[in-house]
């Protein structure tokens, strides 16, 4: 079974977290289900930008995004080559190690 690795984030998951995961479960409902409070405004639907990671480790063994997805990580705080929505991207069989960026657009506009 493949782990999904939280690295530690200060407010959402100050310890980081080691998961193990049944692929084909979205990184979003992996990290929900374990408590990881990971945002996701627009319920999971690929609609916002709010559960954006970054795949640290592993990145190359997940599906290509689509179209639609890459499109709203154009708009993401803090986008990279490694960035990911959460809620669209499917645990295989290998291993992942990822980070939650510190803001989301979300966070930023809603705590200023």
């Given at each position: 079974m493949p782990k999904l690795i939280f690295l530690p984030?200060?407010?959402i998951c100050p310890e980081g977290a080691?998961?193990?995961?049944?692929?084909?479960?979205s990184i979003c409902d992996a990290a929900?289900?374990?408590?990881?409070?990971?945002?996701?405004?627009?319920?999971?639907s690929c609609a916002c930008t709010?559960?954006?990671?970054?795949?640290r480790e592993g990145f190359d063994?997940?599906?290509e995004?689509?179209?639609?997805?890459?499109?709203?990580?154009d708009k993401?705080?803090?986008?990279?080559?490694?960035s990911r929505l959460s809620c669209q991207a499917k645990v295989g069989n290998d291993d992942l190690v990822i980070e939650i960026?510190?803001?989301t657009i979300n966070m930023v506009s809603e705590n200023h």
């Open positions: 984030h200060e407010d080691v998961l193990d995961i049944e692929p084909g479960t929900l289900a374990h408590g990881i409070a990971i945002e996701h405004a627009c319920e999971k709010t559960c954006h990671v970054y795949i063994t997940l599906a995004a689509t179209d639609l997805e890459e499109d709203y990580l993401a705080w803090g986008v990279d080559p490694d960026p510190k803001y």
